[in-house]
């Protein structure tokens, strides 16, 4: 048996077999979607949205997931901050920019933020033969994530399934012979000076810049408001400071061992201004009214936890182990750094 994966625009409406199992979509595609303005802007952020991390991850997230949540920091910011104040944010694990967008949108209408999305992985780096039939694309760590070759769409992440000898003998002979001459390719070119879908060519081979962003996301970046989307390990400590640090659908124990989770929350309270806001939570559905999350202020020594939606972040009792919590009703509540140290 073998599985073909999705090598065509069409195919990218229907992104799995008849079993219903996933389809593998080529990633190749965002370039062509991206440069077609009357292609469907949906069909692009699926895509996006397909892309599994070497860390098994998916990049799966839409418009308005979060925005219950975003209108109780909204509450919680009017009483505490005033109009037109900087504030300086940051949004981690914000997958393919989504979200955070609608974060930036709904702060610009009351303040002006300097809003910073991140996320383990931005971009892909595809290395193309002479073609383009064949490639293989990287992560920007340099871990290979998919191999193409005509219609087979093959993870680089994990093994194919026995079930289909074709996909497997496939990969391995990618993998032994076209991912060492694209790795050799990828030395010759300065990947930090290519722009989103921008080419260049070494030894031989097209390499090609593909961000795992939204069309939305995309465009707000290229706006150059004060909105950009940065490569951060939240499990190191954050490269700026920020009023207002959220981490939400990420801290959870599908992802992080406790001893993990904790240290990445210390690293994310410690990147907060005094008088400023953590946010913490997750979405059990995608659905924004099912949102479990905290919003703390952070003071110098311990937090105060301002509101809770759903009772709260699941992750609540780690908060409390690692840090001092009172409640918003112990003490009296400060206001938002109006201005945060540059990083």
């Known amino acids: 048996m073998l599985k073909l994966g999705v090598v065509t625009r069409g195919g990218v409406r229907h992104p799995r077999t008849l079993f219903g199992r996933r389809r593998h979509i080529s990633f190749l595609l965002l370039r062509e979607l991206a440069a077609d303005p009357s292609s469907d802007p949906d069909a692009y952020d699926r895509l996006a949205g397909h892309a599994c991390m070497p860390n098994g991850v998916w990049k799966l997230t839409r418009h308005g997931r979060l925005r219950v949540l975003d209108a109780a920091v909204m509450d919680i910011l009017a009483a505490r901050v005033a ?38 992985y931005r971009d892909l780096v595809a290395v193309r033969g002479v073609g383009g039939r064949t490639a293989v694309i990287f992560d920007g760590s340099g871990q290979a994530v998919q191999y193409v070759c005509g219609p087979f769409v093959l993870p680089g992440a994990s093994d194919e399934s026995a079930a289909y000898p074709v996909n497997r003998a496939l990969k391995a002979t990618l993998r032994g012979r076209l991912l060492p001459a694209a790795r050799t390719a990828l030395r010759g070119v300065r990947l930090r000076e290519l722009g989103p879908f921008e080419a260049a060519e070494a030894s031989g081979y097209e390499i090609v810049k593909l961000p795992m962003l939204t069309k939305d996301t995309l465009a707000v970046i290229a706006e150059g408001s004060g909105f950009s989307f940065q490569e951060w390990n939240i499990l190191e400590p954050l490269p700026e400071r920020a009023n207002i640090v959220r981490a939400v659908n990420i801290l959870t124990p599908e992802h992080f061992a406790d001893d993990i989770r904790a240290r990445a929350i210390t690293n994310c309270v410690e990147a907060v201004e005094p008088g400023g806001l953590f946010i913490v939570g997750s979405n059990p559905t995608p659905e924004a009214a099912s949102i479990k999350a905290s919003i703390y202020g952070v003071e110098r020594d311990h937090l105060v936890r301002l509101a809770s939606l759903n009772d709260g972040s699941e992750i609540d009792g780690l908060v409390a182990r690692t840090h001092r919590v009172l409640e918003s009703t112990a003490i009296p509540s400060k206001g938002v750094a109006r201005h945060a140290h540059r990083g």
């Open 83 to 120: 109009p037109q104040s900087e504030l300086v944010v940051c949004d981690l694990a914000a997958s393919t920019g989504a979200t955070s967008v609608d974060f930036y949108r709904t702060l610009q209408g009351r303040y002006r933020p300097r809003f910073i999305a991140s996320d383990l």
